[in-house]
């Protein structure tokens, strides 16, 4: 693909591309949301588990192709154009804390009695929900605004070319 191709794109451009995949992740975290204030005063039975851990799995793929694009392709062209320390440096960070207490859920999830660590998932999943939709917040309001504002649009049209190809692998 190549920058004509880009200009028929399904998107604006790589941060409407970006938000798009947000919004993806949205609906699974506000499911999860929506279990973990219910998960209380639930029977936690096979269907209940397969579903959470599903739930979670997903969730999980999502986050890490999103962050490691991100951290591939955008982030280093952030780098060039903002002063140290950057953005980029605290939000490597939260993705860091964010896909590992998403791997924490999995592991409670996993415990051979998952009725006697119910109350460690939930709060570990209003912990992931709160820490997650911060951090949106906040590409949403300042990682995205210095993308736009900063690299050059031929810089983000080759962002958005590079994106498109990583998330097209299965």
């Given amino acids: 693909m190549n920058i004509m ?3 028929n794109r399904n998107y604006f451009d790589a941060v409407s591309f970006l938000e ?8 699974n975290l506000l499911k999860l949301e929506r279990i973990s204030w219910e998960i209380e005063s639930m029977v936690i039975n096979d269907a209940v588990l397969k579903e959470l851990k ?15 694009a991100e951290e591939d392709v955008l982030f280093p062209e952030l780098q ?4 140290e320390p950057s953005s980029t440096a605290v939000m490597k960070n939260e993705h ?9 859920i999995l592991e409670l999830l996993n415990h051979k009695n998952v009725e ?5 998932i939930q709060s ?7 820490i997650l939709q911060r951090h ?5 309001e300042v990682l995205y605004y210095e993308v736009q504002s900063m690299i050059p649009r031929e810089t983000l049209d080759e962002i958005y070319i590079k994106m498109l190809k990583r998330f097209d692998k299965p």
């Fill in 124 to 130: 570990s999943m209003i912990s992931l929900v709160d």
């Fill in 116 to 120: 006697d660590v119910k109350d460690k």
């Fill in 54 to 68: 599903d739930l979670n799995q997903a969730l999980f793929n999502d986050l890490a192709k999103l962050f490691t």
């Fill in 5 to 7: 191709e880009a200009a």
């Fill in 20 to 27: 798009n995949k947000q919004e993806e992740i949205m609906d």
């Fill in 80 to 83: 060039h154009v903002l002063p």
């Fill in 136 to 140: 949106l917040h906040k590409k949403n």
């Fill in 96 to 104: 860091d804390v964010i896909l590992t207490l998403n791997n924490s």
